[in-house]
């Protein structure tokens, strides 16, 4: 007998195709969405709303790096498609983020369908709840077409800490774990209801189908599409989690690389003795290769730098926080004085380093400093697996 096969993952906007959800045909639609806001066949979400669904798309909204995610790290993005308004929601304040009324050309629904990695400083569910907040306050219903985290979510993966208060920011606009476990359906509508949001129950998600909370992005049979620039694969989301820690620092997190986030170091480091530093225990999944690379652009560009580059072994067992925490420990000592904490504008802030809104507070960058053992502070709004 031949064992029964499971039935495949649909996301939030391949179920809206199949005539499942809201029913939209001739309704005014405002669509947040990027590259990878895609079908199982990969037709694109502009197309199915104005096609199959029949919305009347009446204007489009771009995350971070913009609706057809051209732009790098922090760059302010315009663009549009076809004959369709386009609005960025990232521009060169903080007040950018946020969308005008304006922007939705009366629409009655906003659509929002972004692909998240799982980790709180990728900032796409920021820019949903943002968005959720200023349709909810114009008296407008709110579509989150949902999608499996691809990092998995469950409870035990969880990792990281609380975000201190004062140290919310586009990073971490509300109080969660590093990797939290969570879709962006279900944590835009816990952020909605913890912080009190009028009209959110006029927030609808749209859940996915068929998505088992073990299931990590490979076994969803989904496509990978990049959803930013630098995540051009899984496995660059696996440790993305730690790695992105080093955007804190004057480390390369390789961008200008082909790997970004997997491979990383700068022109002070040795790759052999960074890798052997690191106690086996503390890269759980990953293995650790020297070597040396030379950037084409963002840091250290056209420079030799040492690193490592982390090799996904096991991807259940991968802890990129624990992993991270641990090379930061190890370059800070290795480094000759060299590294430093990166202390210009990031994220529309300039008055505190970087690292601190990655981390959530200035635990992290004293623990580091003081070659101290390094555990996050608890955070209550860590939730349960579901």
């Given at each position: 007998m031949q064992p029964k096969r499971e039935a495949p993952v649909r996301s939030g906007?391949?179920?809206l195709r199949a005539g499942e959800g809201p029913a939209l045909r001739g309704v005014p639609v405002t669509l947040l969405c990027h590259p990878a806001s895609v079908a199982a066949d990969l037709a694109h979400a502009i197309d199915l709303l104005r096609g199959p669904v029949g919305a009347d798309v009446v204007s489009l909204l771009g995350p971070e790096h913009g609706i057809d995610a051209i732009a790098q790290d922090m760059e302010p993005v315009a663009g549009g498609r076809d004959e369709l308004p386009c609005y960025s929601l990232y521009g060169d304040a903080f007040a950018s983020l946020s969308p005008t009324t304006a922007m939705f050309h009366g629409a009655e629904w906003l659509v929002c369908d972004l692909q998240d990695v799982g980790a709180?400083?990728?900032?796409?569910?920021?820019?949903?709840?943002?968005?959720?907040?200023v349709a909810l306050a114009a008296g407008m219903k709110v579509l989150i077409l949902d999608r499996p985290n691809p990092l998995g979510g469950l409870?035990?993966?969880?990792?990281?800490?609380a975000i201190e208060a004062g140290e919310e920011s586009f990073v971490g606009l509300h109080n969660i774990s590093v990797r939290h476990g969570l879709s962006a359906g279900e944590l835009v509508t816990m952020a909605l209801a913890e912080?009190?949001?009028?009209?959110?129950?006029?927030?609808?998600?749209?859940?996915?189908a068929g998505w088992r909370r073990a299931q990590m992005s490979p076994e969803t049979g989904l496509p990978w599409v990049l959803p930013s620039p630098n995540m051009p694969t899984f496995e660059t989301a696996l440790v993305y989690p730690g790695q992105c820690l080093l955007e804190g620092t004057n480390l390369s997190e390789g961008r200008g690389l082909t790997r970004p986030f997997e491979i990383f170091g700068a022109p002070f480091i040795d790759g052999r003795?960074?890798?052997?530093?690191?106690?086996p225990e503390d890269r759980p999944g990953l293995a650790l290769r020297p070597l040396s690379f030379k950037p084409t652009f963002h840091k250290f560009a056209g420079q030799r730098c040492g690193g490592v580059q982390l090799h996904v072994v096991d991807p259940p067992a991968i802890r990129s926080l624990r992993t991270s925490w641990a090379l930061l420990r190890a370059c800070w000592r290795l480094g000759g004085g060299a590294m430093r904490w990166r202390t210009e504008r990031y994220e529309f802030v300039d008055d505190r380093p970087a690292l601190d809104l990655l981390a959530g507070g200035s635990w992290l960058r004293a623990a580091v400093e003081a070659q101290a053992p390094i555990a996050a502070p608890s955070c209550e709004a860590v939730p349960s697996a579901r």
């Open positions: 906007l391949d179920r709180r400083y990728y900032t796409y569910v920021w820019t949903i709840l943002l968005a959720a907040e409870e035990e993966a969880v990792e990281g800490g912080r009190g949001v009028a009209g959110r129950e006029r927030c609808q998600v749209l859940e996915c003795a960074l890798a052997a530093a690191i106690d």
